[in-house]
């Protein structure tokens, strides 16, 4: 093919997309604009309000399930159509899918936000728009977002069970009694299980990761390490084959690569390959544990701390009750000025005071330079994996949204604040509101 075709191909196809979804987006609000209010986009579905009656409309503007007084919400919108909706007509709790037809089920009791669906004496969950049933022995259920652990009793003895959202079965042990998607730096999964009266750890396959020797089960997985704790901030230290590696008791710990950090106080202990080392080189930086003090050095300047941590190839640091960060060359990237700091994959969230509602925080990229300053950030309000919804400390109706994977900073104004799917945001427009999706 021709190049000077191609991009003129290329350039046909992009703009062809940003066409339609322009085209989409406007279909949709023409839709909603007919209704007296809406919510935001939930898995992919929209509440809709209009003379006291509600329904929900699709991303391409389309009511799904009717407007009807005799409805009634059941749940948390949160809910809504993951895997189905389930309202309450003439006192009957009916299940829609997400195409607005009628689940087949027997008399519901209730729903929750897992997913699951209580019915007289059974529970299930809806794949495919079919109904799946559990265990029927179940007597406690623990739904994760991955997983459903079931504690059963049969009348003989007592076991528990893990399945999928598909209604797969995965394992079975007398006990399971927590599941990890994980601890630092680990993206697998790991379950700790009982068999024979002893706890260990296993894989989703069921593989053993740590023997059946452990007498507790409050235990996390780290790199090449057990750790088990006997109460909060008390953590001891085995190695895989659950041999007691320190008889130190931790209040705080993380590991890297095959090292092992555990935090006594300010006091800190490392770890390598199951020994006791002195020091710790992560580039530029060397870090010195002494009896008493831990001691960063970096390009000739020496920092006490109080506590230090790796995240993203950079080191963050605790000293005098204030954190900052290095890098791996040693260079100071964020002053130690921060009561808090978060390390996105592409952005550092820098904290002048903490609170889980209202946050005064300036935001950096990943070498230190400052992207804006003076926001706002409410951990309440950032609910997306993706997205970080930051607000002006000077302009309460302009907010900034942070896409992680593309680095990008977008400025918004009237944004409202719910629980919405990721790029689709709710703004209000004079009198009204429209749906808006991140390009």
Known sequence: MDINKFFVFLLTSVFSLFYAWGSNNDRLNKSLSKYDYFDCVVNGMIKV?????????????????????????MGDITNYYSTFCPILVDDTITLFSKKGKV????????????????????????????????????????????YILLKCDDGRKEYSLLYDYSGKQILKYDDICYMHSLSFNSSKDYFIVKRGGKYGVVDINGS???PYKLDQCDIDLVGKYVVCGSAP????????????????????????????????????????????????IFGGNKVIANPYTTSIISLGTERTVEYFCISQNLLMYKANGN???????????????????????????????FDLNKS?????????????????????????????????????????????????????????FSRCDTGFYKQKVGN???????K
């Open 233 to 280: 901030d008390v953590y001891t230290l085995l190695s895989l084959q659950c041999d007691t590696l320190s008889s130190k008791e931790y209040d705080n710990y993380f590991e890297y690569k095959d090292y092992f950090f555990g935090w006594k106080d300010s006091e800190c202990d490392i770890v390598y390959n199951n020994k006791f080392v002195d020091d710790f």
């Open 208 to 210: 053993i990761l740590v």
């Open 103 to 146: 689940i087949k089920s027997p008399q519901v009791h209730s729903s929750d936000n897992a997913g699951l669906i209580y019915f007289k004496n059974r529970i299930g969950i809806v794949v495919k728009d079919k109904i799946r049933y559990l265990d029927s022995n179940w007597y406690d259920v623990r739904p994760s977002d991955a």
């Open 432 to 438: 009204g509101y429209k749906i808006i999706k991140l």
């Open 360 to 416: 005064l925080v300036s935001i950096f990229d990943k070498e230190g330079v400052c992207i804006k300053e003076h926001l706002y950030y409410c951990l309440f309000d950032n609910k997306s994996k993706f997205h970080y919804i930051f607000n002006s400390v000077y302009d309460e109706n302009i907010s900034f949204i942070w896409d992680d994977r593309k680095a990008n900073l977008i400025e918004m104004e009237n944004i409202i």
């Open 323 to 353: 954190y900052g960060i290095l890098n791996k060359l040693g260079q100071e990237v964020i002053p130690c000025k921060y009561c808090h700091i978060d390390i996105l994959n592409n952005l550092i969230i820098a904290y002048d005071t």
């Open 49 to 73: 309000y209009k003379n006291g009656k509600f329904g929900f409309v699709n991303l391409k503007g389309k009511e799904v399930v009717p407007l009807c007084a005799e409805y009634i919400d």
